[in-house]
Protein backbone atom coordinates (compact mmCIF):
# COMPACT_ATOMS: atom_id res chain seq x y z
CA UNK A 1 0.00 0.00 0.00
CA UNK A 2 1.74 3.74 -0.74
CA UNK A 3 1.74 5.75 1.52
CA UNK A 4 0.74 9.87 0.66
CA UNK A 5 3.56 12.43 1.38
CA UNK A 6 1.85 13.21 4.58
CA UNK A 7 2.94 17.00 4.75
CA UNK A 8 0.61 18.38 2.59
CA UNK A 9 -2.29 17.08 5.89
CA UNK A 10 -0.50 19.68 7.26
CA UNK A 11 -1.00 22.43 5.85
CA UNK A 12 -4.41 24.51 7.22
CA UNK A 13 -7.25 25.00 4.30
CA UNK A 14 -6.60 26.00 1.09
CA UNK A 15 -4.14 28.93 -0.82
CA UNK A 16 -5.11 32.12 0.52
CA UNK A 17 -5.63 33.09 -3.08
CA UNK A 18 -7.87 30.45 -3.86
CA UNK A 19 -9.75 30.89 -0.25
CA UNK A 20 -10.79 34.16 -1.52
CA UNK A 21 -11.75 33.07 -4.77
CA UNK A 22 -14.17 30.62 -3.77
CA UNK A 23 -15.82 33.65 -0.88
CA UNK A 24 -16.24 35.88 -3.71
CA UNK A 25 -17.74 33.51 -6.52
CA UNK A 26 -20.04 32.39 -3.32
CA UNK A 27 -20.96 36.09 -3.20
CA UNK A 28 -21.58 37.37 -6.47
CA UNK A 29 -23.27 34.47 -7.13
CA UNK A 30 -25.82 35.37 -4.33
CA UNK A 31 -25.62 38.91 -5.50
CA UNK A 32 -25.81 38.76 -9.30
CA UNK A 33 -26.63 42.21 -9.46
CA UNK A 34 -23.76 43.58 -7.55
CA UNK A 35 -21.04 44.66 -9.59
CA UNK A 36 -17.92 43.72 -7.67
CA UNK A 37 -14.17 45.29 -8.04
CA UNK A 38 -11.03 43.17 -7.76
CA UNK A 39 -8.33 44.57 -5.96
CA UNK A 40 -7.51 41.44 -4.32
CA UNK A 41 -4.83 39.20 -5.72
CA UNK A 42 -1.82 41.14 -7.74
CA UNK A 43 -3.09 40.15 -10.95
CA UNK A 44 -2.25 42.68 -13.55
CA UNK A 45 -5.20 44.00 -15.55
CA UNK A 46 -3.99 46.45 -18.50
CA UNK A 47 -2.90 44.61 -21.97
CA UNK A 48 -0.10 43.63 -23.16
CA UNK A 49 2.45 46.44 -24.42
CA UNK A 50 2.23 46.79 -28.73
CA UNK A 51 6.18 46.17 -28.62
CA UNK A 52 5.65 42.63 -26.73
CA UNK A 53 2.58 41.84 -29.00
CA UNK A 54 4.79 41.99 -31.76
CA UNK A 55 7.03 39.81 -30.75
CA UNK A 56 4.63 37.24 -30.38
CA UNK A 57 3.03 37.73 -33.28
CA UNK A 58 7.11 37.15 -35.17
CA UNK A 59 7.66 34.85 -33.11
CA UNK A 60 4.46 32.60 -34.04
CA UNK A 61 5.08 32.74 -37.22
CA UNK A 62 8.53 31.47 -36.38
CA UNK A 63 7.13 28.67 -35.64
CA UNK A 64 4.92 27.97 -38.62
CA UNK A 65 7.82 27.56 -40.65
CA UNK A 66 10.55 24.11 -40.62
CA UNK A 67 13.71 27.02 -41.00
CA UNK A 68 12.44 28.77 -37.84
CA UNK A 69 11.01 26.41 -35.81
CA UNK A 70 12.34 25.68 -32.35
CA UNK A 71 11.67 23.02 -30.27
CA UNK A 72 12.98 22.26 -27.01
CA UNK A 73 14.80 25.41 -25.65
CA UNK A 74 17.75 25.23 -24.08
CA UNK A 75 18.36 23.85 -20.42
CA UNK A 76 18.64 27.59 -19.04
CA UNK A 77 16.56 29.16 -21.27
CA UNK A 78 17.33 31.23 -24.58
CA UNK A 79 20.89 32.91 -25.22
CA UNK A 80 19.21 35.81 -26.65
CA UNK A 81 16.52 36.58 -23.63
CA UNK A 82 19.69 35.30 -21.24
CA UNK A 83 22.23 38.03 -22.43
CA UNK A 84 19.68 40.40 -22.53
CA UNK A 85 18.57 39.82 -18.88
CA UNK A 86 21.88 40.00 -17.78
CA UNK A 87 22.87 43.49 -20.05
CA UNK A 88 19.90 45.05 -18.51
CA UNK A 89 19.17 44.26 -15.03
CA UNK A 90 22.40 43.07 -13.84
CA UNK A 91 25.24 44.80 -15.67
CA UNK A 92 23.78 48.33 -16.02
CA UNK A 93 23.22 48.37 -12.46
CA UNK A 94 26.94 47.61 -11.85
CA UNK A 95 26.17 43.72 -10.67
CA UNK A 96 28.63 40.92 -12.26
CA UNK A 97 25.91 38.64 -12.88
CA UNK A 98 26.56 36.46 -16.04
CA UNK A 99 24.04 35.32 -19.00
CA UNK A 100 25.00 31.64 -17.77
CA UNK A 101 23.99 32.60 -14.08
CA UNK A 102 20.49 33.16 -15.12
CA UNK A 103 18.10 30.50 -15.07
CA UNK A 104 14.62 30.94 -17.67
CA UNK A 105 11.81 29.56 -15.65
CA UNK A 106 7.80 29.95 -16.16
CA UNK A 107 7.45 32.37 -13.36
CA UNK A 108 8.54 33.48 -9.84
CA UNK A 109 5.67 31.59 -7.75
CA UNK A 110 7.26 28.05 -9.08
CA UNK A 111 10.87 28.97 -8.83
CA UNK A 112 10.09 30.34 -5.02
CA UNK A 113 8.33 26.92 -4.53
CA UNK A 114 10.76 25.13 -6.14
CA UNK A 115 13.80 25.71 -4.77
CA UNK A 116 13.86 24.61 -1.50
CA UNK A 117 14.51 21.21 -2.62
CA UNK A 118 18.45 22.03 -2.64
CA UNK A 119 18.18 22.55 0.76
CA UNK A 120 18.62 19.59 3.15
CA UNK A 121 14.80 18.76 5.05
CA UNK A 122 16.36 20.03 8.66
CA UNK A 123 17.51 23.35 7.55
CA UNK A 124 15.74 26.24 9.31
CA UNK A 125 13.92 29.10 7.51
CA UNK A 126 13.09 32.30 8.25
CA UNK A 127 10.60 34.82 6.92
CA UNK A 128 9.29 38.20 7.15
CA UNK A 129 5.51 37.88 9.16
CA UNK A 130 3.46 38.65 6.89
CA UNK A 131 4.96 36.82 4.03
CA UNK A 132 4.41 35.77 0.32
CA UNK A 133 2.13 32.28 1.62
CA UNK A 134 4.09 30.14 -1.10
CA UNK A 135 7.68 30.19 1.05
CA UNK A 136 6.15 28.91 4.07
CA UNK A 137 3.91 26.50 2.12
CA UNK A 138 6.27 25.15 0.07
CA UNK A 139 8.80 24.22 2.74
CA UNK A 140 6.17 22.80 4.38
CA UNK A 141 4.97 20.74 2.12
CA UNK A 142 8.59 18.95 1.86
CA UNK A 143 8.54 18.47 5.76
CA UNK A 144 10.57 21.52 6.91
CA UNK A 145 7.98 23.23 9.16
CA UNK A 146 7.02 21.70 12.17
CA UNK A 147 3.60 21.25 13.70
CA UNK A 148 1.17 23.75 12.92
CA UNK A 149 -0.42 25.59 16.31
CA UNK A 150 -3.85 27.59 14.55
CA UNK A 151 -3.92 29.68 17.93
CA UNK A 152 -0.76 31.35 17.10
CA UNK A 153 -1.00 30.59 13.28
CA UNK A 154 2.67 29.43 13.28
CA UNK A 155 4.57 26.70 12.59
CA UNK A 156 6.91 25.25 15.12
CA UNK A 157 10.17 25.25 12.92
CA UNK A 158 9.98 28.44 11.20
CA UNK A 159 11.59 31.49 12.43
CA UNK A 160 8.98 34.45 11.80
CA UNK A 161 10.58 38.19 11.43
CA UNK A 162 7.56 40.35 12.61
CA UNK A 163 7.23 43.53 10.31
CA UNK A 164 4.67 45.90 11.72
CA UNK A 165 4.34 49.42 11.70
CA UNK A 166 6.24 49.58 14.96
CA UNK A 167 9.58 48.30 13.05
CA UNK A 168 8.84 50.60 10.28
CA UNK A 169 8.42 46.89 8.39
CA UNK A 170 12.06 46.03 8.79
CA UNK A 171 12.58 42.26 9.78
CA UNK A 172 15.13 42.49 12.44
CA UNK A 173 17.79 39.91 12.55
CA UNK A 174 16.55 36.63 14.66
CA UNK A 175 17.27 35.27 17.99
CA UNK A 176 17.75 32.24 16.54
CA UNK A 177 19.66 31.45 13.61
CA UNK A 178 18.52 30.49 10.62
CA UNK A 179 20.07 28.80 7.88
CA UNK A 180 17.63 29.58 4.57
CA UNK A 181 16.52 33.67 4.82
CA UNK A 182 13.16 34.53 2.50
CA UNK A 183 13.36 38.20 1.56
CA UNK A 184 10.86 39.63 -0.75
CA UNK A 185 11.63 43.55 -1.51
CA UNK A 186 10.08 45.52 -2.48
CA UNK A 187 7.96 43.33 -0.36
CA UNK A 188 4.62 41.26 -0.76
CA UNK A 189 2.14 42.06 1.10
CA UNK A 190 3.16 45.08 2.75
CA UNK A 191 4.19 46.80 0.07
CA UNK A 192 7.07 48.45 1.73
CA UNK A 193 10.65 48.48 1.31
CA UNK A 194 14.30 48.44 3.68
CA UNK A 195 17.30 50.91 2.25
CA UNK A 196 20.06 49.22 0.54
CA UNK A 197 22.25 49.47 3.57
CA UNK A 198 19.75 47.72 5.50
CA UNK A 199 20.08 44.94 2.30
CA UNK A 200 24.08 45.61 3.17
CA UNK A 201 23.21 44.36 6.72
CA UNK A 202 21.30 40.89 5.48
CA UNK A 203 24.33 40.06 3.04
CA UNK A 204 26.94 40.45 6.03
CA UNK A 205 24.34 38.74 8.06
CA UNK A 206 23.97 35.97 5.75
CA UNK A 207 27.56 35.65 5.07
CA UNK A 208 28.87 35.62 8.89
CA UNK A 209 26.16 32.94 9.78
CA UNK A 210 26.84 30.51 6.73
CA UNK A 211 22.72 31.24 5.72
CA UNK A 212 21.56 31.50 2.31
CA UNK A 213 18.92 34.43 1.09
CA UNK A 214 16.27 33.69 -1.45
CA UNK A 215 15.46 36.82 -2.24
CA UNK A 216 12.46 37.90 -4.60
CA UNK A 217 12.73 40.76 -6.43
CA UNK A 218 9.34 40.58 -8.38
CA UNK A 219 8.62 43.75 -7.97
CA UNK A 220 11.88 45.79 -8.60
CA UNK A 221 10.07 47.70 -11.50
CA UNK A 222 7.93 49.66 -9.15
CA UNK A 223 10.74 51.23 -6.85
CA UNK A 224 10.58 55.19 -7.15
CA UNK A 225 13.17 55.88 -4.23
CA UNK A 226 17.09 55.75 -5.12
CA UNK A 227 18.22 54.26 -1.52
CA UNK A 228 16.65 50.92 -2.71
CA UNK A 229 18.07 48.79 -4.13
CA UNK A 230 16.62 46.49 -7.47
CA UNK A 231 18.89 43.78 -7.01
CA UNK A 232 20.30 42.22 -3.95
CA UNK A 233 23.73 41.60 -6.30
CA UNK A 234 24.33 45.54 -5.71
CA UNK A 235 24.99 44.63 -1.92
CA UNK A 236 28.75 43.43 -1.91
CA UNK A 237 29.46 39.86 -1.33
CA UNK A 238 25.69 38.97 -1.71
CA UNK A 239 26.82 36.59 -4.87
CA UNK A 240 28.06 34.59 -2.26
CA UNK A 241 25.03 33.90 -0.19
CA UNK A 242 21.72 34.78 -2.44
CA UNK A 243 19.94 33.88 -4.68
CA UNK A 244 17.46 36.08 -6.37
CA UNK A 245 14.17 35.27 -8.10
CA UNK A 246 12.91 37.87 -10.53
CA UNK A 247 9.15 37.67 -12.34
CA UNK A 248 7.65 39.62 -15.85
CA UNK A 249 4.30 39.71 -14.12
CA UNK A 250 4.19 42.88 -12.84
CA UNK A 251 6.34 44.70 -14.94
CA UNK A 252 5.23 43.51 -18.18
CA UNK A 253 1.86 42.16 -17.63
CA UNK A 254 3.03 38.58 -18.11
CA UNK A 255 0.58 37.01 -15.21
CA UNK A 256 -1.05 34.87 -18.01
CA UNK A 257 1.86 34.56 -20.39
CA UNK A 258 4.22 32.94 -17.36
CA UNK A 259 7.90 33.74 -17.34
CA UNK A 260 10.33 34.38 -14.88
CA UNK A 261 13.91 33.82 -13.91
CA UNK A 262 15.99 32.88 -11.33
CA UNK A 263 19.66 34.14 -10.44
CA UNK A 264 22.06 31.09 -8.86
CA UNK A 265 25.56 32.84 -9.05
CA UNK A 266 28.74 30.03 -9.77
CA UNK A 267 30.66 31.19 -6.74
CA UNK A 268 27.55 30.35 -4.33
CA UNK A 269 28.72 27.31 -2.30
CA UNK A 270 27.56 25.23 0.67
CA UNK A 271 30.78 22.86 1.91
CA UNK A 272 32.59 22.80 -1.88
CA UNK A 273 29.39 22.13 -3.48
CA UNK A 274 28.34 24.48 -6.17
CA UNK A 275 24.62 25.38 -5.39
CA UNK A 276 24.37 26.41 -9.51
CA UNK A 277 25.38 23.09 -10.88
CA UNK A 278 22.39 21.44 -8.24
CA UNK A 279 20.11 24.21 -9.71
CA UNK A 280 20.90 23.38 -13.27
CA UNK A 281 20.97 19.51 -12.28
CA UNK A 282 16.82 20.17 -11.52
CA UNK A 283 16.31 22.64 -14.19
CA UNK A 284 17.65 19.82 -16.28
CA UNK A 285 15.41 16.82 -15.04
CA UNK A 286 12.66 18.58 -14.06
CA UNK A 287 11.72 21.39 -16.32
CA UNK A 288 11.82 21.79 -20.40
CA UNK A 289 11.59 25.41 -20.30
CA UNK A 290 9.63 28.70 -21.32
CA UNK A 291 7.96 28.48 -24.70
CA UNK A 292 10.34 30.27 -27.25
CA UNK A 293 7.53 32.54 -28.31
CA UNK A 294 7.39 33.59 -24.69
CA UNK A 295 10.95 33.70 -24.35
CA UNK A 296 11.05 36.17 -27.25
CA UNK A 297 8.18 38.24 -25.77
CA UNK A 298 10.60 38.64 -22.60
CA UNK A 299 13.37 39.76 -24.92
CA UNK A 300 11.20 42.75 -26.41
CA UNK A 301 10.44 43.69 -22.53
CA UNK A 302 13.99 44.78 -22.91
CA UNK A 303 13.76 46.47 -26.76
CA UNK A 304 13.57 50.07 -26.26
CA UNK A 305 10.28 50.21 -27.39
CA UNK A 306 9.48 47.97 -25.00
CA UNK A 307 11.28 49.76 -22.13
CA UNK A 308 9.52 53.17 -22.48
CA UNK A 309 5.85 51.38 -23.08
CA UNK A 310 6.00 49.55 -19.69
CA UNK A 311 7.39 52.64 -18.05
CA UNK A 312 4.22 53.97 -18.85
CA UNK A 313 2.22 50.73 -17.59
CA UNK A 314 4.24 51.00 -14.26
CA UNK A 315 3.54 54.44 -14.03
CA UNK A 316 -0.53 54.07 -14.65
CA UNK A 317 -0.52 51.15 -11.45
CA UNK A 318 1.20 53.48 -9.10
CA UNK A 319 -1.00 56.15 -10.43
CA UNK A 320 -3.98 53.84 -8.76
CA UNK A 321 -1.35 53.43 -5.85
CA UNK A 322 -1.40 56.89 -5.01
CA UNK A 323 -5.69 57.09 -5.98
CA UNK A 324 -5.87 54.40 -2.99
CA UNK A 325 -3.04 55.58 -0.63
CA UNK A 326 -4.13 59.78 -0.74
CA UNK A 327 -7.96 58.20 -1.05
CA UNK A 328 -7.65 55.81 2.32
CA UNK A 329 -5.65 58.71 3.96
CA UNK A 330 -7.82 61.49 3.59
CA UNK A 331 -10.72 58.59 4.95
CA UNK A 332 -8.75 58.75 7.84
CA UNK A 333 -7.20 55.22 7.59
CA UNK A 334 -3.76 54.38 8.64
CA UNK A 335 -1.93 53.22 5.02
CA UNK A 336 1.72 51.95 4.18
CA UNK A 337 3.22 51.18 1.01
CA UNK A 338 2.13 51.72 -2.17
CA UNK A 339 5.72 54.30 -3.03
CA UNK A 340 8.11 51.58 -4.53
CA UNK A 341 5.48 48.33 -4.50
CA UNK A 342 1.72 48.53 -6.03
CA UNK A 343 0.41 47.03 -2.61
CA UNK A 344 -1.14 49.82 -0.42
CA UNK A 345 -1.09 48.17 3.37
CA UNK A 346 -3.92 49.74 5.98
CA UNK A 347 -4.65 49.04 9.41
CA UNK A 348 -7.94 47.95 9.48
CA UNK A 349 -10.21 50.00 11.91
CA UNK A 350 -11.37 50.29 14.97
CA UNK A 351 -10.31 46.63 16.58
CA UNK A 352 -11.68 44.85 13.23
CA UNK A 353 -9.91 41.31 12.28
CA UNK A 354 -8.27 41.08 8.90
CA UNK A 355 -11.26 38.92 7.93
CA UNK A 356 -14.19 40.90 9.43
CA UNK A 357 -12.79 43.83 7.28
CA UNK A 358 -13.12 41.90 4.40
CA UNK A 359 -15.77 40.65 4.73
CA UNK A 360 -17.63 44.05 5.34
CA UNK A 361 -15.73 45.11 2.39
CA UNK A 362 -17.40 42.82 0.51
CA UNK A 363 -20.60 43.18 1.48
CA UNK A 364 -21.27 46.94 1.93
CA UNK A 365 -18.51 48.15 -1.08
CA UNK A 366 -18.11 45.03 -3.18
CA UNK A 367 -14.44 45.23 -3.09
CA UNK A 368 -12.23 42.68 -2.78
CA UNK A 369 -9.26 42.88 -0.70
CA UNK A 370 -6.98 40.06 0.70
CA UNK A 371 -6.98 39.96 4.58
CA UNK A 372 -3.66 40.66 6.20
CA UNK A 373 -3.92 37.36 8.60
CA UNK A 374 -3.43 35.45 5.17
CA UNK A 375 -0.01 36.46 5.56
CA UNK A 376 0.84 35.49 8.52
CA UNK A 377 -0.12 36.12 12.31
CA UNK A 378 1.62 39.57 12.25
CA UNK A 379 -0.47 40.55 9.17
CA UNK A 380 -3.48 40.24 11.67
CA UNK A 381 -5.37 43.72 11.63
CA UNK A 382 -4.03 44.87 8.41
CA UNK A 383 -5.55 44.33 4.79
CA UNK A 384 -3.80 45.11 1.47
CA UNK A 385 -5.21 46.33 -1.55
CA UNK A 386 -3.39 46.04 -5.08
CA UNK A 387 -3.06 48.59 -7.42
CA UNK A 388 -3.18 46.39 -10.55
CA UNK A 389 -6.75 47.34 -11.66
CA UNK A 390 -7.89 49.84 -13.83
CA UNK A 391 -8.01 53.36 -12.83
CA UNK A 392 -11.48 53.96 -13.35
CA UNK A 393 -12.29 50.61 -10.94
CA UNK A 394 -9.86 52.20 -8.28
CA UNK A 395 -11.16 55.29 -8.49
CA UNK A 396 -14.78 53.74 -7.71
CA UNK A 397 -13.57 51.30 -5.02
CA UNK A 398 -12.21 54.07 -3.63
CA UNK A 399 -15.40 56.22 -3.60
CA UNK A 400 -17.52 52.95 -1.95
CA UNK A 401 -14.74 52.33 0.89
CA UNK A 402 -14.98 56.25 1.59
CA UNK A 403 -18.87 55.49 1.75
CA UNK A 404 -18.75 52.66 4.17
C1 LIG B 1 -0.26 38.25 -4.88
O1 LIG B 1 -1.38 38.72 -5.02
O2 LIG B 1 0.32 38.20 -3.79
C2 LIG B 1 0.44 37.75 -6.08
O3 LIG B 1 -0.23 38.11 -7.24
C3 LIG B 1 0.49 36.32 -6.04
C4 LIG B 1 1.48 35.81 -7.01
O4 LIG B 1 2.19 36.56 -7.67
O5 LIG B 1 1.56 34.59 -7.09
Not at 1 to 21: C, E, H, R, V, W
Not at 24 to 35: G, R, Y
Not at 136 to 165: H, K, L
Request: with cysteine.
Amino acid sequence: MYQINDNYQKLPGSYLFSTIAKKVAAFTEANPDKSVIRLGIGDVTQPIAPAIIQALHKAVDEMADAASFHGYAPDLGHEFLRHAIAENDYKKRGCSISEDEIFVSDGAKSDSGNIQELFDVNCKIAVTDPVYPVYVDSNVMAGRCGVYDSDSQTWSNVIYMPCTRENHFIPEFPKETPDIIYLCIPNNPTGTTIPKTKLQEWVDYANEKGAVIIYDAAYEAYITQEDVAHSIYECMGADRCAIEIRSFSKNAGFTGVRLGFTVVPKVLTCNGVSLHAMWARRHGTKYNGAPYIIQRAGEAVYSEAGQAQLKEQVAYYMKNASVIKEGLSAAGYEVYGGVNAPYIWLKTPGQMSSWEFFDELLEEANVVGTPGSGFGPSGEGYFRLTAFGSYENTVAALERIRNL
